[in-house]
């Protein structure tokens, strides 16, 4: 697995000799471009036989796209059967590759010049001759590299994306294509959110898709309010290890409400002013800082997608007392983020803080045997926990 990160000033053959400090500032969420041979020689580590495979698969998410005749159908998976190949017009569209195949997990790595907070996941479709998904646009930022035979990519940057109603997929009622090529194995075009496109395959196709992920503004301030709530509740039920993470230090909460000297009321069922004014009172002593931020974005974050599964050791190894020669590598699914003084994992609140050795552990996904023998012994012993789940591998 590749583990290399993108040195951000050196121009890379990945984005067309662009720096990735260049691409990031001209064309991230700007316009879309086009890069050929971005992986030269490239020969996809699965093959179309592997993304049927997978297809069959109950925990993996897959659709089948097809039209012809009576139009679109797209039916979601598992599927045991598939069309065969000399059938034209169809595809098969994989979710999350990257959590099952260590190859594409690497591949997708190459693009950490851009935060793990955007990075999704990685999609691979297989089509027969003609097999695409239509003309529509996509929300989210995507890279899309061509893996085997051919595909026709034509793109436009139109403001109309009205869709065809009822369909079962999207598909734009008025495509106006701008730009139109024919992509090659190693060939690679990234397209900003919104940017129209339909990609045809050239006979037998196989396309990986690098895609992000966009939050909402509303899921933002949804999980901040949540995650205020959670320090709240933690004093309420005076459990400091809410829910077995640690709890931030909340607001003082302590105290009733008092009402001493509240007057006689001709109507008791109408909601006292002073207990909605001491409401609105408490809730200025609710901290919404870096701390509770960080908190809600480093948990949902590093959730994991149900299909992410771990193959705990039989014997692991423990770093606790003595750390052999080796490397502690992280497992391809494993998410790991630091910010806002917080270590998270896998949807968890890590027992340790944020240091420099588990910073470059979560940044490059591995950590030489010196650097993990400096880290304090109970900081091994978190790892030795990780290495026992399967969240980490230690490779000698
Ligand atoms: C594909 O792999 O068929 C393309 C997916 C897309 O256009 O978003
Ligand atoms: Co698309």
Redesign the pocket.
């Known amino acids: 697995m590749s583990t290399d990160i993108l040195d951000i000033d050196q121009p890379a053959a990945l984005l067309g000799g662009l720096t990735p400090q260049a691409f990031m500032r001209d064309y991230w969420q700007r316009k879309p471009l086009l890069i050929r041979q971005a992986i030269p020689d490239f020969a996809p580590p699965l093959t179309m036989a592997d993304i049927k495979t997978l297809a069959r698969r109950e925990e993996v998410e897959s659709r089948l796209v097809s039209h012809g005749a009576r139009g679109w159908a797209m039916k979601r998976g598992p599927f045991t059967r598939l069309p065969p190949a000399t059938r034209p017009n169809w ?1 098969l ?1 994989v979710q999350g590759v990257d959590l099952h195949d260590d190859a594409i997990a690497g591949l997708m790595r190459r693009f950490r010049f851009i935060s793990d907070a955007r990075l999704d996941d990685t ?1 691979i ?1 297989i ?1 027969s001759d003609d097999g ?2 239509g003309p ?1 646009y ?1 929300s989210y930022d ?1 890279f ?1 590299l061509q893996a085997h035979g051919r595909r026709r990519w034509r793109i436009s940057q139109q403001a109309d994306r009205a869709l065809v109603p009822g369909l079962p997929l999207k598909i734009l009622q008025d495509f106006r294509p701008e730009q139109d090529f024919v992509l090659e194995p190693g060939d690679m075009l990234y397209l900003p959110p919104h940017a129209s ?1 339909d ?1 045809i395959a050239i006979g037998d196709c196989m ?1 990986i ?1 690098i895609g992000f992920r966009v939050p909402s503004r509303a899921a933002l301030a949804r999980g901040l309010l949540e995650a205020a709530a959670d320090q709240v509740s933690a004093q309420f039920l005076e459990d400091p290890g809410l829910y077995g993470q640690p709890a931030l230090p909340g607001p003082d909460l302590s105290g009733l409400y008092e009402d001493a000297g509240a007057p006689a009321t001709r109507h008791p069922a109408a909601l006292p002013e002073a207990l909605i004014a001491a409401t609105l009172d408490t809730l200025e002593r609710i901290r919404l800082d870096q701390a509770v931020a960080a908190r809600f974005l480093g948990q949902w974050l590093t959730t994991l997608p149900d299909s992410a599964l771990f193959d705990p050791p039989d014997e692991p190894i423990s770093l606790a007392d003595a750390v052999p020669e080796g490397r502690l590598v992280l497992d391809r699914c494993t998410r790991l983020m630091y910010g806002g003084g917080q270590l998270f994992i896998n949807g968890e609140v890590a027992p340790a803080a944020p240091q420099p050795g588990l910073e470059a552990l979560a940044d490059r996904r591995w950590l030489a045997a010196e650097a993990v023998r400096a880290l304090p012994a109970g900081v091994r012993s978190m790892l030795d926990e990780w290495l026992e789940e399967g969240w980490a591998h230690w490779r000698a």
């Open positions: 595809t569209l999609m479709s089509a695409g998904v529509h996509d995507v899309l496109h990609g396309t898709s």
